[in-house]
């Protein structure tokens, strides 16, 4: 069974940068779109970015373009957010979940909640 873990949270200052990696076990990252969600207190789940698992195709939220990349390593079978100049607002649990597409052609990825695997999520408390 696939399994997804999250790890990179933590306190940051407003303006500043994080990476978050989301580490895929028990098969090929190379079979999934990887999807980057985030929760804030009291609101729901929003999709912030994802990757294809061809890694040819990559979407991003309005509200993060500009700012967010996201990457994919598939020697380490991780997938990367990068976050630059993050604001209070973006305060939230960020979780990462896997979409099986297969391995032979580049299928896309969603930002809505279709994807089959979810991990725990990681803390991002963007504050001064």
């Known amino acids: 069974q696939l399994q997804l873990v999250e790890s990179g949270g933590a306190l940051v200052q407003p303006g500043g940068s994080l990476r978050l990696s989301c580490t895929v076990s028990?098969?090929?990252?190379?079979?999934?779109?990887i999807g980057w969600f985030r929760q804030a207190p009291g609101k729901e789940r929003v999709g912030v970015s994802c990757i294809s698992n061809k890694g040819g195709t990559a979407n991003f939220a309005d509200s993060v373009k500009g700012r967010f990349s996201i990457s994919k390593d598939s020697a380490k079978n991780t997938v990367y957010l990068q976050m630059n100049s993050l604001n209070p607002e973006e305060t939230a649990v960020y979780s990462c979940?896997?979409?099986?597409?297969?391995?032979?052609?580049?299928?896309?990825?969603?930002?809505?909640?279709?994807?089959?695997?979810w991990g725990r999520g990681t803390q991002v408390p963007v504050s001064s």
């Open positions: 979940a896997a979409g099986y597409r297969g391995s032979r052609v580049d299928r896309g990825c969603p930002l809505n909640d279709n994807y089959d695997y």
């Open positions: 028990g098969e090929s990252l190379d079979y999934y779109a």
